[in-house]
């Protein structure tokens, strides 16, 4: 999660390992562009265990 100020907007990202970003946005206020970026990354975990949740589900049932 990355935050840069940039003529008077704030950027923000979220980027994978490798530093790919999967999830970016400019806000007004480093406010804004701190919870924006904390619920991406958020979202994004959740996600990702929810899918790992149903496959194993899916394992569990054959």
Do not use: H, N
């Amino acid at each position: 999660m990355t935050l840069a100020r940039k003529w008077g907007r704030w950027s923000w990202s979220v980027c994978d390992s490798t530093g790919k970003v999967i999830v970016a946005g400019r806000e007004k206020s480093r406010t804004a562009a701190r919870y924006k970026a904390a619920r991406a990354l958020f979202e994004l975990l959740l996600t990702i265990g929810l899918c790992d949740f149903q496959d194993t589900k899916r394992s569990e049932r054959r």
